[in-house]
């Protein structure tokens, strides 16, 4: 048997494949740019160029961060410039109104202005944010961080224990006499009336920017609702403090109460004392049991208040403010009349 072929059209067939194929990936890295498109043409290179490629897109975008972060800074100097330009008017004013020559009217005028001053304060520090983040406050619930808002300087207190022995009988009628005695502490322990003193304990109290006072009590008693300085004005906080306070939306407020129901205790203030008063077996009147002498007295009659609720053991409670800008909690118990102060 006989096979004919034809070698070279063969050869020129496969010639002419070849040159397609190289004029093929010349015209593709022309058109591209770059000699490495695909593995086919160098593995290792084209593993070296993806990685420099990560390297290069990754240091482009830590340079966009860089200037977003430079416009938040910008956003937010541009605000501290406003908030800095608006206090220099209202010490300004301040000057001016310590000047003997102006009247009371132009007092308050300038008053006026000050208090407008500080109302675009707060909108600036409220409204000023970038991409929807605030930049000078913090309103989330739950996230106000109490040390970024206290004064640097931190003394050290030590409070001592005592024991207080007063004579307590006939409430009201119809109501069996009390146990003639009333334990007062200010440490966290519960005594029976005889009391072994307990030794000095030092305390730290660091001093705070934030002024709280005009505390109330919740309709169902298991908040303190409160004002304050800090952004937002009105807070709430648990009771028990199990959590941060937060600002205050709707809660339905208890009417302040100077006195419990039973009638067994009541409170009145006179400057800067708040006193506690409970019935007299002798008397029948009031008697003293526990002078607190660091009330905020300030806040007048609105600055304490019994809590609604009093459960079956007779243990109730009652809120201060003191002058540290505090808010206060103490524990008494109506039966017992005993009172723990509690500092929150």
């Known amino acids: 048997m006989i096979v004919s072929g034809s070698y070279l059209s063969t050869m020129l067939n496969n010639k002419m494949k070849k040159n397609q194929n190289s004029l093929q990936t010349a015209m593709e890295r022309l058109s591209s740019g770059k000699k490495i498109n695909r593995a086919a043409d160098d593995a290792a290179g084209l593993a070296i160029s993806k990685k420099m490629q990560a390297l290069i897109r990754g240091t482009q975008q830590a340079s966009r961060n860089v200037q977003d972060a430079g416009s938040l800074v910008q956003t937010a100097e541009g605000g501290m410039e406003e908030i800095t330009s608006i206090l220099q008017r209202i010490r300004e004013l301040s000057v001016q109104a310590a000047n003997d020559t102006v009247t009371r009217s132009d007092r308050v005028v300038i008053q006026d202005e000050i208090d407008e001053l500080n109302k675009a304060v ?3 520090v409220i409204n000023t944010e970038f991409n929807t983040k605030k930049l000078l406050t913090n309103t989330t619930p739950g996230e106000y961080l109490y040390e970024n808002r206290t004064a640097s300087k931190t003394s050290q207190l030590s409070l001592n224990s005592n024991t207080t022995y007063v004579q307590v009988g ?15 502490s200010n440490t966290n322990f519960e ?15 660091i001093g705070t920017t934030v002024v709280d006072h005009l505390p109330q009590w919740s309709l169902d008693g298991e908040s303190i609702v409160f004002q304050s300085s800090r952004v937002g004005g009105q807070y709430v906080v648990p009771a028990d403090v199990s959590r941060d306070p937060e600002v205050s939306g709707s809660v339905a407020t208890a009417p302040r109460k100077t006195r419990t129901e039973p009638p067994l205790m009541q409170l009145y203030h006179s400057g800067s004392n708040l006193y506690v008063q409970a019935r007299s077996s002798t008397s029948h009147g009031w008697s003293t049991i526990q002078t607190i002498s660091n009330y905020n007295s300030s806040d007048g009659s609105n600055g304490y208040s019994f809590s609604p609720r009093v459960d079956e053991e007779g243990n109730t409670s009652f809120v201060y403010s003191d002058n540290e800008g505090n808010i206060r909690r103490v524990d008494v118990n109506l039966n017992l009349n005993l009172s723990t102060l509690l500092q929150q």
Do not use: K, W
Request: no cysteine.
């Open 122 to 124: 707060n909108d600036i």
């Open 170 to 184: 006939i409430n009201q009628v119809g109501t069996p006499s009390l146990p003639e005695s009333i334990v007062e």
């Open 191 to 205: 005594f029976s009336p005889a009391v072994e003193m307990q030794p000095y304990r030092p305390v730290s109290y």
